[in-house]
């Protein structure tokens, strides 16, 4: 839950890296939350109306975490816009999110990796 709460305070932050274990921890707890608001909706269709609020209040961090999860392969975050290419774009986007950080810093900042875990309390 860290980790989707991390990406929600970074709410627009375009700039910088962001790990694997952000991006698919942040994409797990939206499917599940969707896939829970798509079942009560299906009960009271006034859930169909908090469902469309949670999917506009999510988009941009949404595409803010995406955008960052390409800078950390050292991709820039223009390519986002191959999505919009019918299945292939989302096959080229799905291996470029699967794929290790960049090794070491990028033009988009410092290796994610080599900071302290999120949660993690300072000594």
């Keep these: 839950m860290d980790w989707y709460l991390a990406v929600l305070k ?3 932050d375009f700039s910088g890296r962001a790990r694997r274990k952000e991006y698919w921890m942040f994409t797990l707890v939206q499917l599940v939350i969707f896939a829970v608001l798509t079942g009560l909706g299906m009960a009271a269709k006034a859930f169909t109306v908090l469902y469309m609020l949670y999917a506009l209040g999510t988009f941009i961090p949404g595409l803010a975490v995406g955008v960052r999860r ?5 991709r820039s975050g223009w390519m986002w816009l191959l999505g919009l290419i019918p ?9 470029f999110a699967c794929q ?3 090794p070491g810093d990028n033009k988009y900042g410092p290796n994610p990796k080599m900071a302290p875990p999120i949660g993690a309390v300072p000594a």
């Design 100 to 102: 290790d950080s960049a």
């Design 87 to 95: 299945l292939v774009g989302a096959i080229i986007l799905l291996v």
């Design 70 to 74: 390409l800078h950390d392969t050292g």
């Design 10 to 12: 970074k709410y627009a």
